[in-house]
């Protein structure tokens, strides 16, 4: 219900074509000042932050619901399977060794089935019975690389017990993090939640002009 309701809410505002347009910066900058302004809150920064990552992927070309929901059980499979690894629930090295395995593999699967038409247009051919359709029915999921590999070094780091403060709505927001969700760079999610940690704690105007400076940086190096 929530998901839908950001969806319809998202296709109600201007569409967009990404990078280039005013509608975008726009919506960003808001996205920006809305989620700063309550940087002092704690967990309901957490959540304006959650919304805001949601609404601006909701604003990317080709993407709506479905892909929504695909990347939000991507989180809550994730999220589970380190969060297992990271507690006493498995007592046999075994079975954490087999869980880890099963959670990567289950991403790597996830990677290849929307990265790859090949992969694919098999599974749905096996499915189906039939190839009639063409590439019009395959789903195009934009930033899965980048998702699955911060959830493979989340199950990875969780099985070494390296991952600490875990929460799902900091996981959430780490996983689907937009201004690093096109184009990366892939960070470690203990240092997501240190930053994160710090900027809960810090105030617009100190952080303004070094964040104007870093995004002009990093547009001239992109483009």
Not at 40 to 64: E, I, S
């Amino acid at each position: 219900m929530i998901l839908e309701s950001l969806s319809h809410f998202a296709h109600w505002l201007p569409s967009t074509v990404f990078f280039s347009d005013l509608p975008f910066w726009g919506y960003f900058i808001i996205a920006v000042i809305v989620v700063r302004s309550v940087s002092g809150q704690g967990r309901v920064r957490d959540f304006f932050l959650l919304a805001a990552n949601l609404l601006m992927l909701m604003a990317l070309p080709r993407f709506d619901i479905t892909e929504l929901t695909i990347y939000c059980g991507l989180a809550v499979f994730t999220y589970f399977v380190g969060y297992i690894l990271l507690g006493d629930f498995l007592k046999n090295h075994t079975s954490r060794v087999s869980l880890g395995a099963v959670g990567i593999i289950a991403v790597i699967l996830t990677l290849a089935f929307f990265k790859f038409i090949i992969v694919q247009a098999v599974i749905i051919r096996d499915f189906s019975g039939s190839d009639k359709g063409g590439v019009a029915k395959f789903v195009f999921l934009i930033g899965i690389s980048y998702a699955s590999f911060k959830a493979i070094h989340f199950i990875i780091e969780s099985y070494k017990k390296n991952i600490q403060n875990l929460r799902f709505i900091e996981f959430l927001n780490y996983l689907i993090f937009f201004p690093s969700f096109v184009s990366g760079p892939i960070s470690r999610y203990n240092d997501f939640y240190e930053n994160s940690a710090v900027a809960k704690g810090s105030r617009l105007r100190d952080d303004f002009l070094p964040g104007v400076k870093r995004i002009f940086h990093g547009l001239f190096k992109k483009f």
